[in-house]
């Protein structure tokens, strides 16, 4: 049986838990090893600890490994793995899931110079959206063919809401930073009569003082803000309470959205950029795309309460990309070496 290293384990940003690598290492011990299952989280050392362990990677994030502590000597020493295991016998299945770190600010080097390098060394690339081909295709042509698309796992869907009247035209949910624009399109709806009369919802954690407060100076008599953070579960009642869930994404790195899958697991309709996943997705009912905010409010006039998926129709999402799924296709791009 094929030996696994998964990184970065214990993948979670403060006030935002991201459970995607906890449901990857659920799954996928449950078909295979999982070498650094239960390891302490080392970072990059990890890699050379269970070196001769392994026999496949499969790595995430890697944008964000110099934002790490001691990210010069982490991003160093990836390197170094690289070169190594370039020329052994394992193999390497590079999950890219941004076009580059979504906070830094030098558009030139977003990835820490790591992009090219994972380009080279990953015997195989997934991404979750169709925008990750485009990327790969247009700054490193020569990986194109290496890329495969599987769809972002999905979690089983929450119960349907009792709400047919919506308290809330718009909800806007998950932690608030700089690159999802939540304080562009406030400032928007500040500054615009059309969305007078709509009711919007903001339920975040900001962690940023300076974004905060230029968040609350963007506030509007129609836009209630709650400051804080609240389970799935309690976020999918406010949105089967509302009539859409809103995605402001501003950043170019964007390729897909774990929020905007659990978005797809509720009892509402959905509007977001006509960008990376949500144009993949555009051909759900659901799924309303717009180019500007000025966009928006013909969005939510046209709004009707049938065009929202079932519970039966959002539960044959989950059965077609469930984390099963996902993992029987990993395993089986290494069975199939293509």
Known sequence: MKRFFLYPLNQQAKGSPN????????????????????????????????YFKTDIYILNWIEFV?????????????????????????????????????LKKDKKDKHGGLFSVMMNVSDHIITHSQEGVRFVKKMYPFAVEKVRVFTHPI????????????????????????????DLFLAHVKSTPSFNNFKILVIGKCFDEVYEKKLRENLSENVQFFDGTLSLQEISQFASNSKFVLFTYQSETVISSGAFMD????????????????????????????????????????????????????????????????????????????
């Open 19 to 50: 459970p995607y690598m906890e449901n990857f290492k659920s799954s996928l011990t449950q078909k295979a090893i999982v070498v650094n299952s239960a390891a302490p989280n080392r970072g990059v050392l990890n890699l050379y600890l269970f």
């Open 66 to 102: 110099e934002e790490k502590k001691f990210g010069w000597l982490q991003v160093f020493l990836f390197r170094i793995f690289c070169a190594i295991t370039r020329f052994s016998s394992k193999k390497i299945i590079w999950i890219l899931h941004n076009k580059g770190s979504h």
């Open 263 to 338: 978005t797809l697991r509720m009892d509402t309709q959905i509007i977001g950029l006509s960008h990376a996943v949500f144009e993949d997705f555009q051909y759900l009912s659901n799924v309303h795309t717009y180019s500007q905010f000025i966009e928006i409010p013909g969005i939510i006039n046209r709004y009707r309460f049938g065009d929202g998926l079932s519970f039966d129709m959002r539960q044959q999402l989950y059965l077609d990309n469930s984390w099963d799924v996902f993992t029987d296709n990993i395993l089986g791009v290494i069975k199939g070496g293509s």
């Open 155 to 182: 979690l089983p869907p929450f119960s349907d809401g009792s709400h047919k009247e919506k308290e809330y035209d718009l909800l806007i949910w998950g932690a608030l930073h700089p690159y999802k624009g939540v």
